[in-house]
């Protein structure tokens, strides 16, 4: 019986350790997965990858992207790159599960080229094919942006590579089943083997059926044979034998090579246990055993130029010349920043313990990487402008007060060439920032420098207006000393805008307070006295004025002082404490008029002769300044003054009346 089932389970063994090596060998699923986007009829300037096929599979994707000629791959945050789409034409790549879907939404054929905005994290210029792995910049919903020159038909040939699930999880079983199923039949094998050799060599002695060979006693008669007509002798016993009905005690010698006990096992055939496992396939052997699917990137050389697996961005390098020699000092420029003065407290790049209340935490409108190339384009921009004198090279980078105080300045240093240069705005070191949050429009940034050139730290305001705008320095603001910026919000997240008109969580509103400080310089012992702190600005205006006015050369002349808020530069960001930084502009004029008919005033030696080119007036002048400033405003309850933590003055126009 052990014949019949050893053959065939050596068979079913190694049937089954075959399909088992099959499943993790040839048969074994494929890696790694490609899914092409399919082809679209219609074409779009834009093409943008859905955040969905990024993400769709948590080991990553090789994303490649595929086009008849040069093309820009851009990173942006979902919400930025639709915001930059807008109404455009835009194919569309998502996904459905393992597969990819195209569809064209319809809009503006043409749009403007998207390389170079602000808004990407990273873009790059491909030729022809890109092979890349995918890589979050941060946490948050990230698209790739696909585009020609935003008038030519953007790459629609996308493909995505990621892992398989190659687990064949009855592979070791069915290597090991039958391996065990070998084994056994092997073993029955040898056992039966050697049950049949045993009997051949030590088998009992004749059966029943053979004449039985007795024992001859001395002195007895021959027994006749049987055949004959007398009965058979009584055959006699041997010595120890027993009377009948009882057990005979087994014979020792007569049985000297039984056979083997059924159910002890065999030295040989125990041994011969183990040797079918050599015959088992080795686990290093086995293509991918038990190891994850890893995709490797795509060699370089193989792709077109451009090949990445990380998108990077060349740093601009700015070149800036040196700031033109203070010749001599303006009569009526204030000196609240020109003289010594203590350190300045600005503190360093680390979060507030104190969360921005009554608001979720957003991610800030830019990253880190994102600040310091605005700031680097931002400053080369603003460098050569200065060098140039020529405002309109602050067109792309600069506006609103930042751009038309250095606009006065070149002006009067075109006639006035010993005018001191406006203070250089540095894209490093970065000290502190503050970063709106949000996808919502205008946006602004607020970064802390100061570079080799800087005296005191400077705030640099920053506002991008609309998606498809850069943003542009707005304002650029000395710190005074003994001043603090205050902290950034906890874990770096995004601030609220302050809206200027609304005193919401605050002492006042943004533009109250503003205009609540040109009344305080316009009349100081009015009602707003004391509704700012001390600080080395307002000390040096109020001191300019009294100064004039108290001056016998000017008895004969009626002068009057005057600062006037002006509202559409006014923009604020809370603070992670609850308070706001305020950023305002402020037109300030000196006029200076004869009070007698026949009298005049002495412009001979002052800037004034040099700008309206003349030595004396009897209509009497009027001088303009623009006035930069940058307020603390507490949060509301608080009993704290507000602060005025930063300040700079231009000298606008000198006219005759």
């Known amino acids: 019986m052990r014949n019949k089932f050893a053959v065939p389970l050596i068979v079913i063994g190694v049937l089954l350790m075959l399909i088992g090596i099959g499943q993790r060998t040839v048969w074994a699923p494929p890696s790694t997965v490609t899914a092409a986007?399919?082809?679209?009829?219609?074409?779009?300037?834009?093409?943008?990858?859905?955040?969905?096929?990024?993400?769709?599979?948590?080991?990553?994707?090789?994303?490649?992207?595929?086009?008849?000629?040069?093309?820009?791959?851009?990173?942006?945050?979902?919400d930025d790159v639709d915001a930059w789409v807008g109404d455009a034409s835009v194919l569309r790549i998502g996904a459905d599960g393992e597969s990819l879907t195209s569809e064209v939404t319809e809009g503006t054929a043409t749009v403007p080229n998207p390389a170079g905005s602000d808004l990407w994290v990273s873009e790059q210029e491909i030729d022809d094919e890109v092979t890349f792995g995918w890589e979050p910049p941060a946490a948050g919903d990230w698209q790739i942006l696909?585009?020609?020159?935003?008038?030519?038909?953007?790459?629609?040939?996308?493909?995505?590579?990621?892992?398989?699930?190659?687990?064949?999880?009855?592979?070791?079983?069915?290597?090991?089943?039958?391996?065990?199923?070998?084994?056994?039949?092997?073993?029955?094998?040898?056992?039966?083997?050697?049950?049949?050799?045993?009997?051949?060599?030590?088998?009992?002695?004749?059966?029943?059926?053979?004449?039985?060979?007795?024992?001859?006693?001395?002195?007895?008669?021959?027994?006749?044979?049987?055949?004959?007509?007398?009965?058979?002798?009584?055959?006699?016993?041997?010595?120890?034998?027993?009377?009948?009905?009882?057990?005979?005690?087994?014979?020792?010698?007569?049985?000297?090579?039984?056979?083997?006990?059924?159910?002890?096992?065999?030295?040989?055939?125990?041994?011969?246990?183990?040797?079918?496992?050599?015959?088992?396939?080795?686990?290093?052997?086995?293509?991918?055993?038990?190891?994850?699917?890893?995709?490797?990137?795509?060699?370089?050389?193989?792709?077109?130029?451009?090949?990445?697996?990380?998108?990077?961005?060349?740093?601009?390098?700015?070149?800036r010349g040196p700031a033109a020699a203070l010749g001599t000092v303006v009569a009526v420029a204030l000196a609240f920043g020109a003289a010594p003065a203590p350190a300045l407290a600005v503190l360093p790049l680390t979060a507030s313990a104190t969360a921005e209340p009554g608001s979720e935490a957003t991610p800030p409108v830019v990253l880190d990487s994102q600040l310091e190339r605005i700031l680097t384009e931002v400053s080369a921009t603003v460098a050569e402008a200065d060098a140039a004198k020529n405002p309109q090279l602050l067109a792309t980078r600069a506006g609103g007060s930042a751009a038309s105080l250095r606009e006065a300045n070149y002006a009067t240093a075109a006639k006035v060439p010993e005018t001191e240069a406006p203070e250089p705005v540095e894209a490093e070191p970065l000290m502190t920032d503050l970063i709106m949050g949000g996808t919502e429009f205008p946006r602004s940034v607020?970064?802390?420098?100061?570079?080799?050139?800087?005296?005191?730290?400077?705030?640099?305001?920053?506002?991008?207006?609309?998606?498809?705008?850069?943003?542009?320095?707005?304002?650029?603001?000395?710190?005074?000393?003994?001043?603090?910026?205050?902290?950034?919000?906890?874990?770096?997240?995004?601030?609220?805008?302050?809206?200027?008109?609304?005193?919401?969580?605050?002492?006042?509103?943004?533009?109250?307070?503003?205009?609540?400080?040109?009344?305080?310089?316009?009349?100081?012992?009015?009602?707003?006295?004391?509704?700012?702190?001390?600080?080395?600005?307002?000390?040096?205006?109020?001191?300019?004025?009294?100064?004039?006015?108290?001056?016998?050369?000017?008895?004969?002349?009626?002068?009057?002082?005057?600062?006037?808020?002006?509202p559409a530069n006014t923009r604020a960001l809370r603070t992670a404490d609850g308070g706001a930084i305020v950023f305002g502009y402020m037109d300030s004029s000196y006029a200076s008029v004869p009070r007698e008919v026949g009298d005049s005033i002495n412009l001979e030696g002052t800037v004034y002769q040099k700008l309206t080119g003349e030595t004396s007036t009897e209509e009497g002048i009027d001088v303009k300044y623009g006035e930069g400033v940058m307020l603390y405003l507490p949060p509301a309850g608080s009993t704290d003054q507000i602060q005025v933590i930063g300040a700079v003055q231009e000298l606008l126009s000198a006219t005759l009346k």
Not at 479 to 489: A, D, E, H, S, Y
Not at 552 to 566: G, R, W
């Open 37 to 78: 986007a399919p082809s679209s009829e219609q074409e779009a300037p834009l093409t943008v990858i859905s955040a969905d096929v990024l993400t769709q599979h948590s080991e990553g994707v090789d994303v490649t992207v595929s086009a008849d000629g040069p093309f820009l791959m851009a990173v942006g945050r979902a």
């Open 146 to 319: 696909l585009a020609t020159d935003g008038t030519a038909a953007a790459p629609s040939a996308v493909s995505v590579t990621f892992a398989n699930d190659d687990s064949t999880p009855f592979a070791i079983p069915l290597i090991v089943g039958g391996a065990l199923l070998a084994v056994l039949g092997l073993a029955l094998a040898f056992v039966s083997g050697r049950g049949n050799t045993g009997r051949r060599a030590g088998g009992r002695g004749p059966t029943s059926s053979g004449p039985a060979k007795e024992t001859k006693p001395s002195g007895a008669h021959p027994v006749t044979d049987s055949t004959t007509s007398l009965p058979a002798a009584k055959p006699v016993a041997p010595a120890d034998a027993k009377p009948v009905g009882e057990k005979a005690a087994p014979n020792k010698t007569a049985d000297a090579n039984p056979l083997p006990d059924k159910t002890a096992p065999d030295k040989s055939a125990s041994n011969n246990k183990t040797a079918p496992d050599k015959s088992a396939p080795d686990k290093s052997a086995v293509s991918g055993a038990g190891d994850p699917a890893v995709v490797p990137a795509k060699d370089p050389k193989s792709g077109a130029a451009g090949t990445t697996s990380a998108f990077g961005i060349l740093p601009v390098l700015r070149r």
């Open 446 to 566: 607020v970064a802390v420098t100061q570079g080799p050139d800087n005296e005191v730290p400077q705030a640099l305001l920053l506002v991008q207006e609309s998606a498809r705008e850069n943003y542009k320095l707005m304002s650029a603001i000395k710190m005074l000393p003994g001043t603090t910026f205050p902290k950034r919000p906890v874990n770096g997240t995004g601030v609220e805008p302050a809206p200027a008109d609304s005193a919401d969580g605050l002492t006042v509103a943004p533009q109250t307070a503003v205009e609540g400080l040109a009344d305080a310089l316009t009349n100081p012992e009015g009602a707003n006295k004391d509704t700012f702190a001390s600080n080395t600005f307002a000390e040096a205006v109020t001191e300019f004025q009294n100064t004039v006015l108290s001056s016998p050369d000017n008895e004969f002349a009626d002068i009057t002082f005057k600062h006037t808020a002006v």
